[in-house]
């Protein structure tokens, strides 16, 4: 016990408690070489709490929607460096690629994404740092794209790539919940570079960096590829 630090103590708690968050990214590892028995048993929990969220995830239980008036203006901008750097994709060359169990893999144009019913939405953007946005986003849900294409909705995983090298993953069953979308605009416009142009999932029933922007690629498989921050010890389910 003596290695179980006051810091760590309180990380458990927090673990047990609230579930949502394992690991905070800057807390102070020993000996990343050698996880010690409190990580070890921090990735257990993770993974039990991706299990029982999954479990208690329904595709019929809707995240919160807002009214127009709600909506947070101006908007929060967050990513893993400053909004200087965010990637800027051409939108007239932009083709979404796509990979794994998908039987129609020819990558994807804006404007053959635009071909599609498209959904609108005002809902909560909540991220782990401990701020929420609403905001209104249109885009394809992604059920009837997964339809579309053909994709095996029997897999376990949808996986994203996106411009600025993040990346992420989300359970089928998320994947076909009917406010999932490949968000295209905000407030009626196309998104812009920092919010994720051209293209960004928006998943109101996870937190927000379940949400990758400017998504350049999607693949569809039973094998897991985790997230950005997901491998640096955030819950991989993370549903809000
Ligand atoms: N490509 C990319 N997507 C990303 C991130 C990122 O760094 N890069 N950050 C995530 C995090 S932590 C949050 S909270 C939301 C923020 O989205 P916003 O800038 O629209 O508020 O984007 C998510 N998607
Ligand atoms: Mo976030």
């Given at each position: 016990?003596?290695?179980?630090?006051?810091?760590?103590?309180?990380l458990l708690g927090r673990a047990l408690a609230l579930g949502a968050?394992?690991?905070?990214?800057?807390?102070?590892?020993?000996?990343?070489?050698?996880?010690?028995?409190?990580?070890?048993?921090?990735?257990?929990?993770?993974?039990?709490?991706?299990?029982?969220?999954?479990?208690?995830?329904?595709?019929?239980?809707?995240?919160?929607?807002?009214?127009?008036?709600?909506?947070?203006?101006?908007?929060?901008?967050?990513?893993?460096?400053?909004?200087?750097?965010?990637?800027?994709?051409?939108?007239?060359?932009?083709?979404?690629?796509?990979?794994?169990?998908?039987?129609?893999?020819?990558?994807?144009?804006?404007?053959?994404?635009?071909?599609?019913?498209?959904?609108?939405?005002?809902?909560?953007?909540?991220?782990?740092?401990?701020?929420?946005?609403?905001?209104?986003?249109?885009?394809?849900?992604?059920?009837?794209?997964?339809?579309?294409?053909?994709?095996?909705?029997?897999?376990?995983?949808?996986?994203?790539?996106?411009?600025?090298?993040?990346?992420?993953?989300?359970?089928?069953?998320?994947?076909?919940?009917?406010?999932?979308?490949?968000?295209?605009?905000?407030?009626n416009a196309p998104l812009t570079p920092a919010f994720g142009a051209?293209?960004?999932?928006?998943?109101?029933?996870?937190?927000?960096?379940?949400?990758?922007?400017?998504?350049?690629?999607?693949?569809?498989?039973?094998?897991?590829?985790?997230?950005?921050?997901?491998?640096?010890?955030?819950?991989?389910?993370?549903?809000?």
């Amino acid at each position: 016990m003596k290695k179980l630090d006051l810091n760590r103590r309180k990380l458990l708690g927090r673990a047990l408690a609230l579930g949502a968050l394992t690991a905070l990214p800057a807390c102070d590892y020993d000996d990343p070489a050698h996880p010690d028995l409190a990580d070890r048993f921090l990735h257990a929990m993770s993974s039990w709490n991706d299990r029982v969220q999954a479990a208690l995830f329904s595709r019929h239980t809707l995240a919160p929607t807002f009214s127009a008036a709600q909506i947070t203006n101006p908007p929060r901008f967050n990513a893993f460096y400053d909004i200087s750097q965010a990637p800027v994709v051409e939108p007239a060359t932009y083709r979404l690629e796509l990979s794994g169990q998908i039987q129609e893999t020819a990558p994807w144009s804006l404007a053959q994404l635009r071909t599609m019913k498209q959904e609108s939405q005002i809902t909560r953007l909540i991220c782990v740092e401990g701020w929420r946005v609403i905001g209104q986003w249109s885009g394809v849900p992604l059920a009837e794209f997964l339809k579309r294409i053909g994709a095996d909705t029997k897999c376990k995983y949808v996986s994203f790539k996106c411009a600025d090298g993040y990346y992420s993953s989300i359970d089928m069953a998320s994947a076909l919940h009917p406010q999932t979308i490949l968000a295209l605009d905000f407030l009626n416009a196309p998104l812009t570079p920092a919010f994720g142009a051209p293209m960004r999932l928006r998943i109101p029933t996870k937190l927000g960096f379940k949400n990758p922007k400017s998504v350049m690629s999607m693949s569809v498989g039973n094998i897991y590829t985790g997230g950005y921050w997901e491998d640096q010890g955030y819950n991989w389910f993370s549903g809000s």
